[in-house]
């Protein structure tokens, strides 16, 4: 029999990141040493802070269509910068840059999953990180000693997690650059399995050769080759920012994996007053050995 728990998620111990505040449509962010006013369509509420807290702002996020724009700088800013993120089992550092599409290379709303992961592998564990983007999971994991490899159809965002893994003192990951079901089933056929896999696959993607990717034409199966590629103790950590709501991942799931243990739920941040930030649904998925 499964069993099953919701939750809501966040970061514990982030120094270099905080939330000022959000609200009409935004979020006031200090990411190490800059203070960032970024769109956050889910911040439907007003903010706590006045115009003088959030004009501290080193840039601000201008959107210019639905997914891109420009960063309007308010102040000196850099091309790039570190941030550090240290909790009992991590010790992880970051290179963040302002990009056209209103990210900076981070989603730290995941140190929550990096703690799992960090708790849950040991040396010479597998583990695949699928959408890879950064690398935040994989160096999580490669610090905890396991053997990781880290799938993303983009060269560039491969090339900046293995500056990300340098800074960290890491090495020895494994790099793929290619389509990440493409990737899965390739390992399918080969019978390989991990203890640990992670996926947060994009409403909208790109493969390396550019073509198109929809969550939802792919869902399924990527799901249900996931499975196949776990340990029988094994974990999945699935993470989607597409609005799929954490009850339907977990009826996605249970219907792959009948007799695992599921806890699903928002992931979410925290403001400095404590307020909740949804970011997105999070499922964790523990198979029975
Ligand atoms: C939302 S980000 C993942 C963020 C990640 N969870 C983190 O914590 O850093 C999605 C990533 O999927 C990648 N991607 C998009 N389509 C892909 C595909 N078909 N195969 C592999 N990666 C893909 C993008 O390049 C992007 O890096």
Redesign the pocket.
């Known amino acids: 029999m499964s069993t099953r728990s919701y939750q809501r998620w966040s970061p514990e111990y982030w120094d270099d990141y905080t939330v000022i505040d959000s609200g009409d449509g935004a979020r006031l962010e200090r990411f190490g040493s800059l203070v960032l006013d970024r769109p956050d369509p889910a911040a439907v509420w007003s903010r706590r802070l006045g115009t003088d807290a959030w004009d501290e702002a080193h840039a601000r996020f201008e959107p210019t269509g639905r997914a891109k724009g420009n960063w309007v700088p308010l102040d000196t800013v850099p091309e790039g910068w570190n941030i550090n993120y240290r909790s009992p089992k991590l010790q992880l550092r970051f290179h963040l840059e302002m990009t056209r599409f209103k990210h900076v290379g981070?989603?730290p709303e995941?140190a929550t999953?990096w703690e799992y992961i960090a708790e849950h592998l040991k040396p010479g564990d597998k583990f695949l990180n699928?959408?890879?983007?950064?690398?935040?999971?994989s160096i999580a994991a490669r610090s905890v000693g396991a053997e990781v490899t880290h799938?993303?159809?983009?060269r560039q965002?491969v090339d900046w997690t293995r500056v990300n893994m340098e800074l960290s003192g890491l090495d020895g990951i494994r790099w793929v650059v290619?389509?990440?079901?493409k990737f899965a089933q390739r390992e399918q056929r080969r019978g390989n399995t991990y203890k640990g896999i992670?996926l947060?696959?994009?409403t909208w993607?790109?493969?390396p050769k550019g073509q198109k990717?929809r969550l939802e034409d792919n869902l399924l199966n990527l799901c249900a080759v996931v499975a196949d590629l776990l340990e029988p103790d094994g974990f999945i950590i699935m993470?989607t920012?597409s609005g799929i709501a954490p009850s339907a991942l977990e009826t996605v799931w249970e219907r792959i994996l009948p007799s695992a243990q599921f806890e699903s739920g928002e992931l979410c941040l925290r403001g400095e007053d404590g307020h909740w930030i949804p970011t997105g649904s999070l499922i964790r998925i523990t198979s029975r050995p």
């Open positions: 981070i989603f995941q999953n699928l959408f890879a983007y950064t690398g935040g999971a799938v993303d159809a983009i965002v290619e389509d990440a079901l992670v947060d696959p994009p993607g790109l493969g990717w993470n920012y």
